[in-house]
DNA sequence: GTCTATAGGTTGATAGAC
DNA sequence: GTCTATCAACCTATAGAC
């Protein structure tokens, strides 16, 4: 898949970050110790050790991975117009561009949601983020239950994951769901 | 509250049960120790297993609190006349009875991902039961996108719960948002 | 019912040889 | 880069005095 082109020549690392990732939203951060990701990468904690300084290392680079996304979101909203369909339009944008790699990403939040707290208090998630896009596609007129209502159009996807926990729904029956449940939730009817 | 019937002269035992659902809510399951538990009880950790034999004791008593929430609202269904709306109609009810007490549990599942699901694996959880309010208010011939919209229709409470997060949004607002987003989920326009 | 003391195991992390 | 060996700190849980 080519896509490591951060850090050339270390494969290494982006291995150690595919497997955290699936064991920490297995098992939750906390569940899963650093001896479980090493053995199943093959390898000993104090190898593991040599490429990240700490658990919380790891987590960081989990998520700075991910973090430029809603950067991206709140440049596109800037350049658009001022309809009244923007909320809609840009909910939207976000769940169309959701990806089996955001996927993942939404699935380890749901997996941690104390760790992704603390990383809130840290300021460095990206949930916190969402509160800017919010406040630029309502207008600053909007109430609480406004600005939660267009909160959970976004959280569609999210939503959708939850909801298909135990069933037999695939990604993409997922994503329609929440496609679907951000359309309802963005009509003013 | 005087709402301890099940249990005759053992207020410790619901006050440790209170605490541990605070501090599992707050820092997981794993996170919050039996040690933190007792500290802020104010005794030591063998106090308390004086009470509950391990920590999985404590984790099964707080599920069986609530488990039958979902067997009632299986047992209403099924005195319902079957008509077009007994979706919207059995989601609104759920959406609707929800209190101070279930909205706790759900910050607790939010809060406890692996956990929930290890405890689904042993049956002994609600959320699979869902499925068969779901497979009971719904035709047979429901296919799974359906059944997945369905499902966020149930799931909307904790859907704006998680959408309130890191907000000034109060309970009300939460139920409220939620009342609104199981209507336009169970539209069919 | 609550305590002290302790067993027995796991955790994250480090030192240093190769 | 990977290893063995080790550490201090923490965990759940138990034994036994009061």
Redesign the interface.
Known sequence: MENDKRRPGSETRSEILRVALELFT???F??ASIRDIAEALGMTKSSLYYHFASKDAILAALMENRRDEVDDLLAWVDEQPRTPDLLRRTALRWVDSTGEERLQGMRFA??????M?RL?ADGTDR??LF?TVIDRVLPGSAT??E???A??AF??V???L?????????DA??L??AR??TV??T?DA
């Open positions: 297995e098992r939750g906390e569940g749901h997996a941690n949601g104390p760790v707290q809130a949930r916190s509160g609480v239950p600005r939660l209502r909160q959970m959280d569609s999210s939503a959708a939850f909801a298909a926990q135990g069933t037999t729904a695939s029956d997922v329609a769901a679907e449940a309802h939730l009509d």
